[in-house]
């Protein structure tokens, strides 16, 4: 492996002159839990790592007006502690308590899982679920893209050379808001075959308003069920209404093949995965 120069900025400016200077010869370090192997392979050459972590505005998480604020550098096992993620999000403490094991999750963070975007990894797929906002700086200012907008096919994003997500924004929960993470490992700790997350607003008597059901793990990204949406909107949630959009979302899910598993194998596990997610939210 070559040497690569080690750099540590202490504010976002100073990062993004780094990242902007050096262009195409530098990469931002987070927690470092898929960078360092992606270096090891030789699928990204860097001259310059940007270490992230040293910089205290990005260490911020909790509220922040109507929404939870998440840091780039807050390790993941932060945000399952949080009192306010785990009573108001909880489909995003879920997500988070199923990737790899206490050791990743201690230096792995969650921002750095939705730039890496990597079709297996969880957190684009509950971000794009609860609707987040991905905020992104640079040299040239700041931007926010939606999750929905930010995913673009396999390993593919929104984000530019030189731009660094500085932190992810997540809607509170209102009181009758309901958020759901099911996925589908072959062992735990391992990636995820199939992943279904669910957030929508449930009424006392089980009426749901503006689902929002996304798959992933099965896909080449994190994909929005929008027929099986459409089923359940000002639907209840009685047993015939889940088994139809279980199977909505077997029939319409657009899964991949790969060696770990058939495409009809993920279409079938996307179904009992929805029906799991509404199951738990009833
Ligand atoms: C054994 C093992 C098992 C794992 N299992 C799972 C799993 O089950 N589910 C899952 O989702 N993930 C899993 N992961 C990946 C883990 O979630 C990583 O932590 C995550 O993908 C990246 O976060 P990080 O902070 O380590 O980022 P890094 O590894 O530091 O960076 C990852 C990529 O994102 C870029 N990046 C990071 N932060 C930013 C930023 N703020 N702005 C712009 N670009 C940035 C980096 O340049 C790099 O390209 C696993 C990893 C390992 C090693």
Same mark, same amino acid.
């Given at each position: ?6 750099? !540590?900025? !202490?504010? %976002? ?22 960078? =360092? ?9 860097? @001259?310059? /790592? ?15 007006? #109507? ?6 550098? %807050?390790?993941?096992? @932060? ?9 108001? $999000? ?42 987040? #906002? ?10 926010? %893209? ?9 390993? #593919? ?7 660094? $997500? ?5 809607? =509170?929960?209102?009181?009758? !808001? $309901? ?16 992943? /279904? ?7 006392? @008597? !089980? ?7 996304? /798959? ?17 909107? @000002? ?34 596990? /996307? ?12």
């Amino acid at each position: 492996m070559k040497p690569i120069t080690y750099l !540590e900025p !202490e504010t %976002v400016d100073e990062a993004c002159e780094q990242l902007d200077r050096h262009g195409h010869d530098a990469v931002v370090l987070a927690g470092g839990q898929s960078l =360092l192997q992606i270096l090891k392979r030789r699928l990204v050459q860097a @001259d310059y /790592v940007v270490d992230i972590t040293a910089i205290d505005d990005l260490h911020e998480l909790g509220k922040s007006d #109507e929404s939870f604020r998440i840091g780039a550098a %807050v390790p993941y096992v @932060d945000i399952v502690q949080h009192p306010v993620a785990r009573s108001q $999000i909880p489909g995003l403490a879920e997500a988070i308590e199923t990737i790899g094991d206490h050791q990743i999750r201690c230096r792995g963070t969650f921002v750095g899982g939705i730039a890496h975007a990597d079709p297996q990894g969880d957190p684009p797929i509950i971000a794009t679920a609860l609707d987040a #906002e991905f905020h992104i700086a640079s040299v040239d200012g700041t931007r926010t %893209v939606s999750a929905s907008e930010f995913y673009a096919g396999l390993f #593919e994003t929104d984000l530019n050379q030189g731009e660094l $997500i500085t932190h992810v924004e997540v809607p =509170l929960s209102e009181d009758n !808001e $309901i958020s759901t993470y099911q996925s589908f490992t072959r062992r735990m700790g391992d990636y995820a075959i199939a992943a /279904v997350a669910l957030s929508t607003s449930l009424s006392n @008597d !089980e009426t749901m308003t503006d689902p929002r059901v996304v /798959v992933g793990a099965a896909t080449h990204g994190p994909t929005r069920l929008s027929s099986v949406e459409d089923s359940l909107d @000002d639907s209840v949630l009685t047993d015939d209404i889940i088994d139809e959009a279980a199977e909505t979302a077997r029939e319409n899910v657009d899964a991949t093949d790969d060696e770990v598993a058939t495409a009809a194998y993920k279409s079938h596990l /996307v179904g009992e995965l929805t029906r799991d997610a509404l199951e738990s939210v009833r």
